[in-house]
C-alpha cells in the first residue's frame, strides 16, 4: 500500500523522550506539541518538580519525569523509571543549555572557569550521558537530536562563551555518530536555528536588540519562528530524514545570507 499521505513524518506509535521544556515558548513544548500532532507518544523530562509542577498543565495528562543532568545519578535513575514503562525509545530531544550571565555582558578572556566548565557540562557533555544511558533502549532506528545554534564562528559579544560551547555540541554531534556506529544504526543530528523569542534568550544582555536587527537581516524581513524549529526537529526525528546523519541543520530564515543587504549598508553608513 502506498503511505499515507496523512502520516508522512510515520512517527504514530513512536515514543520520543523530550528534555528542555520550561514553558510555552520552549523549542522542546514546540517539538512535543508537532510530533504529538504526528501521532507519537512524549515522555517529557524537567530539571526539578517546580518546573514539573509548571508545566504540568501545559502538557496535559503526558508522562513527565524530572532529572537534573548535572548528577549521573539521577540519569541513571531516570533511565530506569522510563525503562519501566517504555522498553523502546524511538527518539530523543535534547534541548537543554545554562549559562550565567548574572553579572552582566563580560569580554571573552574573562569568563570564569568554574561558568564555562559548568555551561559545558549541562549544554553539552550532558548529550553525551544521555546518549550513553538510554543506548540500550534506543530502538534499532532511532534518532537523537540536539538543539545547536545557526553559527558559532560569528563572535556575537553578548553571547559570550557559549557559542564556543555550541560548537562542542555540534562536533559532539558527530563523534555520536561515528561511536553508535559501532553497534548501532542510531542517528544524531543537530537543529541550529537563528534567533528566536524564547525566555531563556530573555536572560542574554544585549538579546532584544540582536533579536530585532537579527529580523531585518533576514530577507523575509520577519524573524524566526520557534515552529519553525520544531518542524525541521520532528523531521529529523522521523524516519523520512534516515539518510541524515552527524549533521547540523540550519535554521535561520536565510539570515546568513542577507548580513550586507543593500538597506542594511546604506541605514549604517548614512544614518538619518
Same mark, same amino acid.
Given at each position: 500500500?502506498?503511505?499515507?499521505?496523512?502520516?508522512?513524518?510515520?512517527?504514530?506509535?513512536?515514543?520520543?523522550?523530550?528534555?528542555?521544556?520550561?514553558?510555552?515558548?520552549?523549542?522542546?513544548?514546540?517539538?512535543?506539541?508537532?510530533?504529538? #500532532? @504526528?501521532?507519537?507518544?512524549?515522555? &517529557?523530562?524537567?530539571?526539578?518538580?517546580?518546573?514539573?509542577?509548571?508545566?504540568?498543565?501545559?502538557?496535559?495528562?503526558?508522562?513527565? &519525569?524530572?532529572?537534573?543532568?548535572?548528577?549521573?545519578?539521577?540519569?541513571? /535513575?531516570?533511565?530506569?523509571?522510563?525503562?519501566?514503562?517504555?522498553?523502546?525509545?524511538?527518539?530523543?530531544?535534547?534541548?537543554?543549555?545554562?549559562?550565567? &550571565?548574572?553579572?552582566?555582558?563580560?569580554?571573552?578572556?574573562?569568563?570564569?572557569?568554574?561558568? *564555562? =566548565?559548568?555551561?559545558?557540562?549541562?549544554?553539552? %557533555?550532558?548529550?553525551?550521558?544521555?546518549?550513553?544511558?538510554?543506548?540500550? $533502549?534506543?530502538?534499532?532506528?532511532?534518532?537523537?537530536?540536539?538543539?545547536?545554534?545557526?553559527?558559532?564562528?560569528?563572535?556575537? #559579544?553578548?553571547?559570550?562563551?557559549? @557559542?564556543?560551547?555550541?560548537?562542542?555540541?555540534?562536533?559532539?554531534?558527530?563523534?555520536?555518530?561515528? !561511536? *553508535?556506529?559501532? *553497534? !548501532?544504526?542510531? /542517528?544524531?543530528?543537530?537543529?541550529?536555528?537563528?534567533?528566536?523569542?524564547?525566555?531563556? !534568550?530573555?536572560?542574554?544582555?544585549? %538579546?532584544?536588540?540582536?533579536? =530585532? &536587527?537579527? #529580523?531585518?537581516?533576514?530577507?523575509?524581513?520577519?524573524?524566526? /519562528?520557534?515552529? #519553525?524549529?520544531?518542524?525541521?526537529? @520532528? *523531521?529529523?526525528?522521523?524516519?523520512?530524514?534516515?539518510?541524515?546523519?552527524?549533521?547540523?541543520?540550519?535554521?535561520?530564515?536565510?539570515?546568513?545570507?542577507? %548580513?550586507?543587504?543593500?538597506?542594511?549598508?546604506?541605514?549604517? $553608513? /548614512?544614518?538619518?
Amino acid at each position: 500500500m502506498p503511505d499515507d499521505p496523512m502520516d508522512y513524518l510515520q512517527l504514530a506509535g513512536k515514543t520520543i523522550l523530550i528534555f528542555g521544556v520550561a514553558n510555552r515558548k520552549s523549542v522542546a513544548y514546540h517539538v512535543g506539541r508537532v510530533v504529538s #500532532e @504526528a501521532g507519537a507518544t512524549c515522555v &517529557y523530562v524537567v530539571q526539578n518538580e517546580e518546573i514539573r509542577n509548571h508545566v504540568r498543565g501545559l502538557l496535559g495528562g503526558a508522562e513527565i &519525569y524530572t532529572c537534573d543532568v548535572e548528577h549521573e545519578d539521577e540519569i541513571g /535513575r531516570l533511565r530506569d523509571q522510563v525503562a519501566a514503562q517504555h522498553p523502546r525509545i524511538h527518539g530523543l530531544v535534547h534541548s537543554i543549555a545554562f549559562a550565567e &550571565y548574572s553579572e552582566g555582558n563580560q569580554p571573552f578572556h574573562q569568563t570564569p572557569k568554574a561558568a *564555562f =566548565l559548568r555551561a559545558t557540562d549541562v549544554s553539552c %557533555y550532558s548529550l553525551v550521558a544521555l546518549a550513553r544511558a538510554f543506548a540500550d $533502549l534506543f530502538d534499532a532506528d532511532a534518532s537523537v537530536v540536539t538543539i545547536s545554534i545557526s553559527t558559532t564562528d560569528m563572535a556575537a #559579544e553578548n553571547y559570550g562563551y557559549m @557559542a564556543p560551547i555550541k560548537a562542542a555540541l555540534n562536533s559532539t554531534v558527530v563523534f555520536l555518530a561515528k !561511536s *553508535f556506529s559501532r *553497534f !548501532s544504526r542510531v /542517528r544524531f543530528n543537530a537543529v541550529a536555528p537563528g534567533l528566536l523569542k524564547t525566555s531563556a !534568550s530573555a536572560g542574554i544582555p544585549g %538579546y532584544v536588540d540582536a533579536y =530585532l &536587527y537579527a #529580523e531585518q537581516v533576514i530577507p523575509r524581513k520577519e524573524a524566526l /519562528r520557534t515552529e #519553525e524549529v520544531a518542524h525541521a526537529a @520532528a *523531521f529529523l526525528l522521523s524516519p523520512r530524514s534516515s539518510g541524515i546523519n552527524a549533521q547540523r541543520i540550519v535554521v535561520d530564515a536565510g539570515m546568513a545570507i542577507n %548580513y550586507f543587504d543593500r538597506d542594511l549598508i546604506r541605514r549604517a $553608513l /548614512r544614518p538619518d
